[in-house]
């Protein structure tokens, strides 16, 4: 009889041992439950988004991949600029301007359609069918990219000094007057 208070002791260790292993299987199935769960809701949420972006996607960076990525040579000639430079360009117009990718056109494809814009003196319907894109869509990204240099102008925009009656720069003397 002696006995008795161990034997219910250990019993009662035990349940609490298979109660505990119990509630952790539980744990373990709700968790897994809800992971997938949540991964089926975020393939469903995004699920058109990607869709819509990588229609045709690849087909309309390409162009861009040509213009401006190819060497440096094509890039100068046609955005006026080397490639390190539109990299900046873009990093700065992201960064401090505000330019964000639209949901389906990236910043440097943005700031390339600008640039080749304004530096042959394009226009809207020329740009449309190089790029493939809407006339719509290349005016209200010409407009994006334009808002973004002009809050950039500070940083973007060189402030000229005037050049004084008796500057030393051998490019002045063609300019002064005779006396
Ligand atoms: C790119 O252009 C910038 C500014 O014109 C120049 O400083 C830089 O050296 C050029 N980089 C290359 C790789 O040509
Ligand atoms: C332009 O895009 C349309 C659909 O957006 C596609 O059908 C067409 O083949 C594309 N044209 C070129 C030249 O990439
Ligand atoms: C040129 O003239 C300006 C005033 O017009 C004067 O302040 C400046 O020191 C002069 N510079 C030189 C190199 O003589």
């Known amino acids: 009889m002696a006995h008795l208070p161990l034997i219910v002791q ?3 260790r035990k349940r609490i041992g298979l109660a505990v292993t119990i509630w952790l299987q539980m744990c ?4 897994w439950f809800l992971l997938t769960l949540g991964a089926i809701h975020s393939l469903h949420t995004y699920r058109p988004r990607i869709r819509s972006y990588i229609l045709d ?6 162009y861009v991949k040509r213009l401006v990525y190819a060497s440096d040579e094509t890039c100068i000639e046609q955005v006026r600029m080397n490639r390190t430079t ?3 360009l873009c990093e700065m117009l992201q960064i ?5 990718s639209s ?8 700031v390339a359609m600008f640039l080749h814009i304004i530096s042959h003196h394009l ?8 790029f493939n894109r809407s006339g719509e ?17 500070d940083v973007l925009f060189k402030k000229p000094e005037p050049i004084t009656a008796n500057s030393t720069d051998p490019r002045w003397k063609w300019f002064k007057v005779l006396e």
């Open 86 to 88: 539109f990299f900046k």
């Open 123 to 130: 226009k809207n319907r020329v740009i449309k069918h190089h």
């Open 57 to 62: 996607f690849y087909a309309k960076r390409d």
């Open 28 to 31: 373990t199935v709700a968790s």
């Open 137 to 153: 869509t290349v005016s209200r990204s010409f407009h994006n990219v334009l808002n973004a240099i002009i809050r950039l102008q």
């Open 103 to 110: 949901r389906n056109m990236l910043i440097d494809e943005q």
């Open 96 to 100: 401090l301007g505000g330019l964000k």
């Open 10 to 12: 250990s019993v009662r």
